[in-house]
């Protein structure tokens, strides 16, 4: 469904030395230097996938996102939707995608919301038919029907997210793309937006690119993640495959009757607290239960648990390897 080869965008900014002599030579030469935002990424998105898209601030993946969109054109390098440039043909690929940018809303601010639909009916030119059939589906899942008549302004945030998910979905895209989707919303209205994801996914096969510093998001929705830094790839792949790659480790918390810290050969003690001892050790090295039984034989044990690498700590691994 989207496919994005050789992909580039660069930058050229003028360089300026610090103080008055700076700023005076500058006058009369001026210093280009070119800024490689996004360098030469490659991949393939298939029908229906929820691909997580993540990166760090500055990591190119908002470009990315643009290009993929067709706000910005690339350097060099192409993305196809659905087998069709979107930088040559950009009037007929948009047909084929919705976007959804955080908290900058596509509804009309002085409009209804039906009126602002209504109006993007118009845009797309979507028949009324099709249009009354997706409003149907959209209220199923988001509950908007009872928002119809609400002026956009009136609204709160949370009934201002489900607005332009319904809006980015009224000409029934095959690719959805949500840039922080989750940003500023409270728990409920977060439940919301993921319920809905999931449903568009699975009623219409709806392929969607989720950008998001919400690890939640990434680990109730995608199955895969890619990882950006610097404007190249830094992972693609199954997000449990990547989670036992990248941190092929556990961590037991131990809590002991009494005060005490027993040491294990292969087992690293990250932390004590109390009689709560914390150990990191290695999955290929051996089981939690192996490491319980050691250290049952050299103290009592109150309790014990068992913690594995989250999503934070794989994104946090990934970006210091890069370094």
């Known amino acids: 469904m989207i496919t994005v080869r050789d992909l580039y965008k660069e930058y050229r900014v ?8 700076g700023t005076l030579k500058a006058l009369f030469k001026q210093e280009e230097k070119i800024i490689k935002a996004v360098n030469g990424l490659d991949f393939y998105v298939g029908k229906g996938e929820i691909v997580g898209f993540i990166g760090p601030n ?7 996102i643009k290009m993929m ?18 930088t040559r043909y950009r009037k007929e690929a948009v047909r084929d995608i919705g976007v959804v940018f955080g908290q900058r809303t596509q509804l009309n601010w002085d409009l209804r919301l039906e009126e602002s639909f209504e109006l993007l009916r118009h845009i797309y030119r979507i028949e009324k038919k099709d249009y009354r059939e997706t409003l149907e589906v959209m209220d199923s899942i988001l509950g908007v029907g009872e928002l119809l008549n609400k002026p956009v302004r009136q609204m709160s945030l949370g009934q201002r997210v489900k607005g332009d998910l319904t809006a980015a979905m009224l000409h029934s895209p095959k ?3 949500l840039d922080e989707p989750t940003i500023g ?14 449903e568009i ?3 219409k096969g709806t392929t969607v690119i989720l950008t998001t510093h919400d690890l939640g998001d990434i680990q109730e929705l995608c199955e895969r993640l890619i990882i950006i830094n610097g404007g190249v790839m ?8 990547i989670v036992e790659r990248i941190a092929p480790y556990r961590t037991l918390a131990v809590e002991y009757y009494d005060a005490v810290v027993p040491e294990h050969a292969k087992a690293e003690i990250l932390s004590v607290s109390d009689n709560v001892v914390r150990y990191k050790f290695m999955k ?7 490491l319980i039984r050691d250290l049952s034989e050299l103290y009592p044990i109150k309790d014990v648990g068992i913690e594995e690498a989250g999503i934070d700590d794989i994104i946090r691994i990934a970006y210091e390897m890069k370094k």
């Open 58 to 64: 500055g990591s190119g993946k908002s470009t990315t």
């Open 175 to 177: 690719v959805l793309f």
């Open 234 to 241: 830094m992972e693609d792949g199954n997000l449990s495959e």
């Open 14 to 21: 003028t360089e300026r030395g610090r103080g008055l002599g």
């Open 284 to 290: 290929a090295d051996m089981t939690a239960a192996e």
């Open 185 to 198: 919303l409270d728990v409920g209205s977060k439940y919301a937006l993921r319920k809905f994801i999931k």
């Open 69 to 86: 969109t067709g706000i910005l054109a690339p350097t060099s390098g192409e993305v196809l939707i659905d087998g069709r440039n979107i």
């Open 201 to 203: 996914n699975a009623i």
